[in-house]
T-cell receptor, first 116, second 112 residues
Framework: AQKVTQAQTEISVVEKEDVTLDCVYE???????LFWYKQPPSGELVFLIR??????QNEISGRYSWNFQKSTSSFNFTITASQVVDSAVYFC?????????????FGSGTQLTVLP | DAGVTQSPTHLIKTRGQQVTLRCSPK?????VSWYQQALGQGPQFIFQ???????QRGNFPDRFSGHQFPNYSSELNVNALLLGDSALYLC???????????FGSGTRLTVV
């Protein structure tokens, strides 16, 4: 079985600060994808980033960056120079290759509030 | 290009009733998955439909059932509603063999 843990329930920062959201996952599968989604009050889950288990290279995409470490089963997500529009609930999710559906297993989410 | 469309957006039902939620996948997608998101929690996988058949099911009782039509749209049915079924129901579409999910805005179901 898969499990995703997001220990931070709520985070509050002031605009322009950097913020890192933590994610720890558990799986016995060796092939999997990790995701970060953003959920604004409208409810729709918006895809942010995806990383497969074969590639631990960390990248930067605009104001977003991520730190994937298989040794610690962590997939942390950083927003640089946060903006008020970044306020939302952020979910980390895991999808393994085994099984036909490859469904997403989500963490419980982190509520990010960016204050002006 | 329309994304995933779900209807209705909000719904209020009485305990014991039955409800049907609908989902139209993103153009070009052939697979539909349903998730239940209780307040303050992450989404949980209910089941997935592909080629009009249930491909995989999460840990949900048989009161939850679904259907996929030839045009790839899907319905989620819940019978004998319980207060605990109150949640946001999200539909996600994808294309088999391609790793990417597009979510709709969900249907907010309230059971009273």
């Amino acid at each position: 079985a898969q499990k995703v843990t997001q220990a931070q329930t709520e985070i509050s920062v002031v605009e322009k600060e950097d913020v890192t959201l933590d994610c720890v996952y558990e799986t016995r599968d060796t092939t999997y994808y990790l995701f970060w989604y953003k959920q604004p009050p409208s409810g729709e889950l918006v895809f942010l980033i995806r990383r497969n288990s074969f590639d631990e290279q960390n990248e930067i995409s605009g104001r977003y960056s991520w730190n994937f470490q298989k040794s610690t089963s962590s997939f942390n997500f950083t927003i640089t120079a946060s903006q008020v529009v970044d306020s939302a609930v952020y979910f980390c999710a895991l999808s393994v290759f085994s099984g036909s559906a490859r469904q997403l297993t989500f963490g419980s989410g982190t509520q990010l509030t960016v204050l002006p | 290009d329309a994304g995933v469309t779900q209807s209705p957006t909000h719904l209020i039902k009485t305990r014991g009733q039955q409800v049907t939620l609908r989902c139209s996948p993103k153009s070009g997608h052939d697979t539909v998955s349903w998730y239940q998101q209780a307040l303050g929690q992450g989404p949980q996988f209910i089941f997935q439909y592909y080629e009009e058949e249930e491909r995989q099911r999460g840990n949900f009782p048989d009161r939850f059932s679904g259907h996929q039509f030839p045009n790839y749209s899907s319905e989620l049915n819940v019978n004998a509603l319980l207060l605990g079924d109150s949640a946001l129901y999200l539909c996600a579409s994808s294309l088999t063999g391609v790793y990417g999910y597009t979510f709709g805005s969900g249907t907010r179901l309230t059971v009273v």
